[in-house]
């Protein structure tokens, strides 16, 4: 694993969070995006060289909202960044980490994303994720 990618926040509002957060950093989100399959919009401030993610369900059944149900807003999780995800994703396997996505998937900012469970991680959900070169016009 390279570095921190991100940390992901769970927020009721984004809206409010997107000023809250705003004011905090001194610098606008760069970037709001809707991740349908995963039932939440997201919005991304680069802080150096770490990116902060805020999320907030689309849904009740978006797991934003079950865990904002269960814990209450907060950070929801870590992502680091790797060359190489499904390589990674076998690495872990092997190493016994339980891979929420064998097959990574589609995430938000151009990136392929596997979780691992947080059950098998001290309770830290941990997001990888690699960098999808850019769409060519
Ligand atoms: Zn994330």
Known sequence: MNKIEHIGIAVKHLKDANTLF?????????????????????????????????????????PIAKFIKKKGEGIHHIAFDVDDIEAEIERLTKEGFTVIHKTPKKGADNKLVAFLHPKSTNGVLIELCQELPLPSK
Do not use: C, M, Q, R
């Open 22 to 62: 705003e004011k905090l950093f001194g610098i606008p989100n760069y970037k709001v995006e809707e991740v349908e399959s995963e039932g939440v919009n997201t919005s991304f401030f680069k802080v150096g060289d770490t990116k902060i993610e805020l999320l907030e369900a689309t849904d009740d059944d978006s």
